[in-house]
């Protein structure tokens, strides 16, 4: 069992930068593929950005170039860092993890889930 608790959402201007943390406890970190999901308003739960126990890195299309996501395995925590932040951009962010060696960008791939934190981007 893990539990995920993810930080650092809040209210930002179009443009601005927001940084989210995920920490992780329970059994050991590195052993997890983490992913991050986010889901606006009526609409479904999207794939973000995933990161495996290797580090190796995966984004949706919709924030390459302009989000980066990477671990920390010292303090158990996995972040994103979102640059360039659009509208669009506004939803709840959620944290996820797996037990795998891969790099899932599926919802139903991943067993963990963080109670997510909400961006929200101004025009």
């Known amino acids: 069992q893990v539990q995920l608790v993810e930080s650092g959402g809040g209210l930002v201007q179009a443009g601005g930068s927001l940084r989210l943390s995920c920490a992780a406890s329970g059994r050991t970190f590195s052993s997890y593929a983490m992913g991050w999901f986010r889901q606006a308003p009526g609409k479904e739960r999207e794939f973000v950005a995933a990161i495996s126990w290797g580090s190796n890195t995966i984004y949706a299309d919709s924030v390459k170039g302009q989000f980066t996501i990477s671990r920390d395995y010292a303090k158990n925590t996995m972040y994103l860092q979102m640059n360039s932040l659009k509208p669009e951009d506004t939803a709840v962010y959620y944290c996820?993890?797996?037990?795998?060696?891969?790099?899932?960008?599926?919802?139903?791939?991943?067993?963990?889930w963080g109670q997510g934190t909400q961006v929200t981007v101004a025009s």
């Open positions: 996820a993890a797996q037990i795998t060696t891969g790099t899932p960008v599926t919802r139903g791939a991943y067993a963990y």
